[in-house]
């Protein structure tokens, strides 16, 4: 993978956007930013829109739709309509179409479903956000799975169903052989190019955990370079599995710059496919 391919997209799941840290990812060539229609109380893209003001037209936006507010608690659908509101309610708030909209965690409501039921419901969306993208209120639209086991079987049960251009599925070192196996069969199943695999939560949550701050990984990295635990962890997750684009919140400036320094990185291929062999092997 050429360095050009590594890209961060700045996410907002638990980090308030600032105009302060979205005109410093700007210098920093960072122009993707991810979020999700239920961030922030449901107020995640109105607080993206008045941090970045004029400069919300020098990003892609990413975005997520499935779940919704019902009182004081969320509830997930596919339901056509569920979805498209959501997405008239995103361009509106906005105040420009997302370059790529996502189902967001389509498993949850595919999970108590038979198979078959669950196929068509999630054709059912994807035929959503197909026309949606049809009529220009987004470039493109995708699938973001924390879980991908019930879309998998939902898939193996039905044949006709439009197939998404983006995936995103979690990356890193914390994930387990099934969780790896999945999110790379997923890409197959789907048939996504390598430029439309994203990753997210690389560090599962925090970056302060001890095994990213004293494990050393150098192990995986080309010679005469000096990374963080940190930083050599970050540059992994695009490795497992393959993806071009990280999702990844941050607050600090400092920290983002540690980051975007990571993406520089070389890893040694035989070390990570080692790696790869030893997690997911039988026995």
């Known amino acids: 993978m050429r360095r050009a391919d590594r890209r961060i997209a700045l996410g907002f799941h638990r980090t308030r956007p600032s105009r302060q840290l979205l005109e410093h990812a700007l210098t920093l060539g960072i122009t ?45 659908s596919l339901r056509r309509w569920n979805l498209r509101e959501a997405i008239e309610k995103t361009v509106c708030e906005l105040g420009v179409p997302p370059a790529v909209v996502f189902l967001h965690n389509p498993e949850e409501s595919l999970r108590p479903l038979h198979p078959a039921q669950a196929f068509d419901y999630f054709a059912d969306a994807c035929a959503e956000l197909d026309r949606a993208a049809d009529v220009g209120l ?37 994930l387990d052989a099934e969780q790896l196996n999945a999110a790379e069969r997923l890409a197959t199943e789907f048939d996504i190019k390598p430029d439309g695999r994203w990753g997210m939560s690389p560090f599962a949550g925090s970056t302060s955990d001890e095994a990213w701050t004293t494990t050393d990984l150098s192990a995986f990295l080309a010679p005469e370079q000096d990374p963080t635990s940190v930083q050599a962890a970050f540059r992994l997750a695009f490795e497992l599995p393959h993806c071009t684009r990280l999702a990844v919140g941050s607050s600090n400036k400092r920290h983002l710059d540690e980051l975007y320094a990571a993406t520089q990185l070389e890893v040694i291929p035989g070390a990570v496919d080692k790696y790869r062999e030893l997690i997911t092997s039988p026995g």
């Open 138 to 174: 987004c470039a493109a639209w995708g699938v973001a799975s924390w879980e991908p086991g019930p879309l998998i079987e939902a898939l193996q049960a039905g044949t006709a169903c439009l197939r998404p251009s983006t995936l995103m599925v979690r990356a890193g070192l914390s």
């Open 32 to 76: 993707d930013v991810d979020t999700a229609f239920n961030y922030q109380a449901f107020e995640g893209h109105r607080a993206l829109a008045k941090a970045a003001g004029d400069l919300i037209h020098e990003f892609a936006v990413s975005t997520k739709v499935g779940f919704f507010p019902v009182g004081n608690r969320n509830y997930h």
